[in-house]
């Protein structure tokens, strides 16, 4: 409604306007030759110079004024294709961010049909299937297993007998979602952005990039790729990054590792439930010298007491707490305490250099070696040595 009142305003200017022109041009005619009479009355002749000096003024201004409205219709114009068209785009103009990059998520399966819980889970809690697609990866012909996975129709793909790994870098190139010491009552409840370098590769929950996964492809094992992983000429003295408190659980007995550690320890892992904004915190502490550096102070400059102490919770203070181990006790002193006391390759689970924390009736404990150590060569049962 506002634009035909405008544009009848519009087209009504311009009719006075012409008019007006109009007038002045039949004004400035030239009525041709006339008889000169003699004027008796001068004044007159001065009246009526004044009247045409005053249109020829009102003229001028209509001219102004039909010039500007012009150029305002021309810029009506311009604006009105300017927003038709589709922007140019300029060479000076800045660049946009960056891409987010896209992180496929893996899950590897043999025979658990409960593997659609674990699918169910990640696409419940899947932020974007273009960024985070997700691909099953089924390495044995277990049909009940097939049958289930390719009943999930959201699936990016299923890979049949394709399992990709991970590596541990000189920096971490691991993000670990898992504790082995994780249970109830052997974690910090109120420590949910806590995170440690660890020199274990846990194997459940992980993420690592495409050139870790190009340098172990090619002598992927058939099985057993965890302990694969802990072998020497894989870790390579890289390390992992894992939380104190685990974002994944597993919830079935029955599978290849026949239910091992099920019943004891892995049922009972305490599940994170408190969102933590990594991506906006100050990781840097985690880069290996610095972590070493602190860790080490903060562990050996711990008081030191002992299994006694420790089991019937005589300890005084906050904490934390030192209990030292020598070569063969920590196997003894892992099982009496309740940590998990196997070693892989000589690295103790959820360790680094040695040193494995846990809480204790509320107290941080560091079950760890005498200071100046090194991890002995890969053996059965100790995982380091003193050198003093």
Request: net charge positive.
């Amino acid at each position: 409604m506002i634009r035909k009142r405008a544009v009848i305003l519009f087209g009504t200017f311009l009719f006075v306007s012409w008019n007006a022109v109009l007038v002045l041009l039949l004004w400035r005619r030239d009525p041709g030759p006339q008889v000169e009479e003699p004027n008796p009355n001068p004044n007159q002749e001065v009246s009526q110079n004044d009247v045409i000096r005053d249109v020829l003024k009102m003229a001028d201004a209509f001219e102004a004024e039909l010039e500007r409205q012009k150029s305002i219709l021309l810029q009506i114009k311009d604006q009105k294709l300017h927003q038709l068209l589709p922007p140019k785009a300029s060479n000076r103009s800045r660049p946009g961010p960056p891409p987010l990059p896209v992180i496929p998520i893996l899950v590897m399966a043999c025979n658990r049909v409960t593997v659609r819980r674990c699918i169910d889970k990640l696409l419940q809690h899947q932020p974007s299937d273009k960024l985070h697609p997700i691909i099953v990866s089924q390495d044995c012909g277990h049909q009940d297993t097939a049958a289930v996975i390719q009943s999930v129709p959201r699936l990016l793909r299923v890979l049949p007998g394709a399992v990709p790994s991970a590596a541990v870098g000189p920096e971490p190139v691991v993000r670990v979602r898992w504790n082995d010491n994780g249970r109830d009552g052997f974690v910090d409840p109120s420590a949910a952005s806590l995170l440690y370098r660890t020199d274990f590769f846990p194997g459940l929950g992980w993420m690592l990039l495409k050139e870790e996964w190009h340098e172990l492809e090619p002598k992927w094992p058939a099985a057993f790729w965890d302990d694969w992983m802990r072998q020497p000429e894989q870790r390579r003295n890289r390390g992992c990054i894992r939380p104190e408190i685990s974002r994944t659980i597993t919830f079935g007995r029955q599978g290849v590792s026949l239910g091992q550690f099920y019943d004891k320890y892995l049922k009972f892992i305490k599940l994170n439930s408190e969102f933590v904004p990594f991506t906006k915190l100050d990781l840097s502490y985690l880069n290996e010298e610095t972590y070493r550096v602190h860790f080490e102070k903060e562990v050996y400059s711990a008081p030191l007491v002992s299994y006694e102490d420790v089991k019937q919770g005589k300890l005084a203070g906050p904490g934390p707490f030192r209990l030292q181990y020598y070569k063969d006790g920590f196997k003894i002193l892992a099982k009496n305490l309740g940590v998990m006391e196997d070693l892989k390759s000589g690295v103790p689970r959820a360790s680094y250099r040695g040193v494995v924390s846990f809480m204790s009736r509320g107290k941080r404990i560091y079950l760890a070696p005498p200071p100046g150590w090194t991890y002995d060569p890969p053996g059965p049962e100790c995982g380091c040595k003193a050198l003093s």
